[in-house]
């Protein structure tokens, strides 16, 4: 029962129904604060129990100073959490095996057992094996269904043997569109003490692109499986409160743009803006021109600026949306109610205090697309062929964009530019290519290695820069009506014009949720889109995640007999190196229109607003501006074919599954019985020899560098992800334990085993370890005279002579998507520590997390200035009988003529994450804690 000492309790009826509340304004100055701090705020408010959640915690809140950094600590109790299959299979493996520690510890097993409501979507496991045929979704589901069965197994057996525990079957939707379709509620209810209450909905996911909810006004982020695995176990979650920056929208945005334009473009400005570990949110008169699903597109893109949410307060677009969407009359009126009287209704000229502001006009956004690496290198569309030269060109991001600018200026923002003659364009069989861009005088040399190759009886050359997969995926662009719809009625337009993909390109279709298929079928766009090689493969996340499935075997073949590099364009939210498929070195963001448009075109060499696309039937040139559909025709097809029943519809029976899913046998009981032979989920060794009480912290002394890393080391170079080769540790084992190679997998989904993903951890094949240079991939040295070794190997040798391990690293080391297994599997790699420049906010908690120690290089040390080589003998210093710890941590470096003393900052950021690094880890915490209840 919560203390109440700010006497906040009260009561709101609506419809004859009463609900507990607490009212915010009982908090002196809470009416200052920015829409997300409010949601905090009530958040202490209903929790406060003078234990964890203090007073003193609830005015840290509410006398916020809005330029002072994040330093005082709250715990933040979501009200459920939300997880995919690819982090959510390792959270269940862990919560089992949590089950057997507790029983062998003498405890009752059952009190592991989620405390808030957890929902699963099954959504990373289906892989776009087949493409362009009508059974493509047949076939892939079917392969989806035998790769994963022992992985469904395990979900459906912990469906039944935890309580408020469900899972969202294969085949269904992407865990962001159906959490913001159906299974968010704006404001949620629950009976507490035998007392209705209603409170804003909040959520933490293990997903890093759960802010996708924050366009409802759902507060929500992305987070560790282990501290999503905590947060059901009924552990709130240690936060510091943080700075908010104001996000001020302003005027409409122009003819032509898309939801994704303006992401891209949001993305750029606030990664410049450096809002790392921050809250955003949006508000100002702009907020009422800006529509529910592009909301969501940009609240889905947060990690990619880096912020850890992204929020729009509640409106009337909100409720339109949940009406749209099919939800009940009285949960509307409840989210209107409530939110007007806890001051949550968005008033447009009301500015509360923020950190910082900063403002957009929304007229300014153009047409864009973002790569080749990152999503926050936005490329003007009107300098996209010019920018993709340069890089081929070697020239860096930075001068290629600049000089496809400067190229381009002046010309007319699409779509209004008129047509214009072809390119300039050297014939591909005369490499080096010399391209001079009219009007600016500047000359450009890039290499080209045309390769000639035949498909389906055509003679086709492929060459730097070339498309080999267009694929609309990824739950940012799927879940909008608007940009989806635009790319069925450009499909359309060029069908009926005639223009074709071309050949080589590999297109695909996946929709973040049933209810786009439903439209795409009553708008009639569903033949052009199957026409133009955009037939459904399924619904899941894909290509964005590397489920790309395989390139045509032709074009695989041509790619590697030149090393080509070529490109991806994709309608997702991530294109880190090596994540979309293991042949393609470029990926570029992109509208879904635009992913049309680049699968007729071919190539990022075609000026997409100058260029023509392809040929007519009638042998006229057709430009883009000729198919592409302007915002009232698209306005007019989504209010004719989306209406609320297609989401009560489509979502009645969400949680039944299919044949498959229904016909597995699940066998019973409270503890899971695990297989000896299964290679998808095994007994995780984290509870190994674990006794009730913790052993001593000590300090780290006479560790080796396994790695040396540079800056933007992301989740995805450090987490197995995408296939599995053979040649790989991890090919090897599944191989030496049965598996044939057709029947690998992907490391996602092969989560649920420690054994395979151990060996995946730090293997990316984009991976730089400085430690051998010139040499991509998982591999190390041990010495310097020593021989190239695969890094699980190096570790295996180190541990075996209890040798402790650090990896040192640059800047924003961590960012990208929230994976568990890039902290678990370093630290069953035998890394004790990390030391780098700096850290993004999830995986530096998931380290500690795992027992992983994080710490920061001072000031403008890096690892280059201190001139650290990696081979050299490190001791951390000064942790051994601390209490608390300190912030400042020594770091002795020997090396064969030298020998100093390097200070860092301990980033153990709160007391809580004291607690779980003293313990080993968060999960032997809250087992700790459970066991002496």
Known sequence: ????????????????????????????????????????LENLLRNEDGRLVTAEQVRAVGDWDPAAEASKEIQYTPARVLMQDFTGVPCV????????????????????????????????????????????????????????????????????????????????????????????RVVFTRTRDGVAQAYPDTLVGTDSHTPMVNGLGVLGWGVGGIEAEAAMLGQPMSMLVPQVVGFKLTGELPEGTTATDLVLTVAELLRQTRVVGKFVDFFGPGVANVPLANRATLGNMSPEYGSTCAIFPIDEETLSYLRLTGRPEHQIRLVEAYAKEQGLWHDPFHTPDYS????????????????????????????????????????????????????????????????VAISTRIPRDEPPHVFTDDGSGDSLEWHSDPTQFLLDGQNLTLDHGDVVIAAITSCTNTSNPSVMIGAGLLAKKAVEL????????????????????????????TPYLEKIGFSLVGYGCTTCIGNSGPLIPEVSAAVNAKDLNVSAVLSGNRNFEGRIHPEVKMNFLASPPLVIAYALAGSMHVDLLKDPLGTSSSGEP???????????????????????????????DVYHGDENWRGMHVPEGDMFAWSEDSTYVRKPPYFDGMAREPEPVTDIVGARVLALLGDSVTTDHISPAGNIRKSSPAGQYLLEHGVSQGDFNSYGSRRGNHNVMIRGTFANIRLRNLLVPGVEGGFTKRSADGPVETIFDASNAFQADGTPL????????????????????????????????????????????????????????????????????????????????????????????????????????????????????????????????
């Open 1 to 40: 029962m919560s203390s109440n000492s700010f006497d906040a309790r009260s009561e709101i009826t609506v419809d004859g129904e009463s609900y507990e509340i607490y009212r915010l304004d009982a908090v002196p100055g809470s009416a200052r604060l920015p829409y997300s701090l409010k949601v905090l």
């Open 93 to 184: 493996v862990d919560l089992v095996a949590m089950r057997d520690a507790m029983s062998d510890l003498g405890g009752d097993p059952t009190k592991i057992n989620p405390l808030i409501p957890g929902e699963l979507v099954i959504d990373h496991s289906v892989i776009a094996d087949v493409f362009n045929r009508p059974d493509a979704i047949s076939v892939n589901s079917e392969l989806e269904f035998k790769r994963n069965q022992e992985r469904y197994q395990l979900l459906r057996w912990a469906q039944q043997s935890f309580a408020d525990f469900l899972v969202v079957p294969p085949d269904t939707g992407i865990c962001h569109q159906v959490n913001l379709e159906y299974l968010s």
């Open 356 to 419: 910082q502001i900063v403002e957009l006009d929304l007229a300014t956004v153009e047409s864009s697309i973002a790569g080749p690496k990152r999503p926050q290198d936005r490329i003007p569309l009107r300098s996209a062929s010019r920018a993709v030269r340069g890089l081929l060109a070697g020239e860096s991001q930075e001068a290629a964009v600049l000089a496809g600018g400067l190229d381009d200026a002046g010309s007319e923002s699409f779509p209004a530019s008129d047509p």
């Open 498 to 525: 005639g223009l074709e993909r071309k050949p080589w390109v590999k297109t695909t279709l996946a929709p973040g949720s049933r209810v786009v298929t439903d439209y795409f079928n009553r708008a009639g766009l």
């Open 622 to 652: 057709v430009y883009l501006k000729d198919i592409w559909p302007t915002t009232a025709e698209i306005k007019e097809v989504v209010d004719a074919s989306l209406e609320a029943q297609m989401f009560t519809d489509g979502y009645a």
């Open 806 to 933: 650090v990896v040192i690293a640059g800047t924003d080391y961590g960012s990208g998507s929230s994976r568990d297994w890039a902290a678990k599997g370093t630290m069953l790699l035998g890394v004790k520590a990390v030391i780098a420049a700096s850290f993004e906010r999830i995986h530096r908690s998931n380290l500690i997390g795992m027992g992983v120690l994080p710490l920061q290089f001072k000031d403008a040390d890096t690892a280059e200035s201190l001139g650290l080589t990696g081979m050299e003998t490190y001791s951390i210093v000064g942790l051994a009988g601390a209490n608390p710890f300190p912030r400042e941590v020594t770091v002795r470096i020997e090396s064969d003529d030298a020998s100093r003393e390097v200070v860092t900052t301990l980033r153990i950021d709160t007391p809580a994450e004291e607690a779980y690094y003293m313990h080993g880890g968060i999960l032997q915490y809250v087992l700790r804690q459970m066991l002496a209840a």
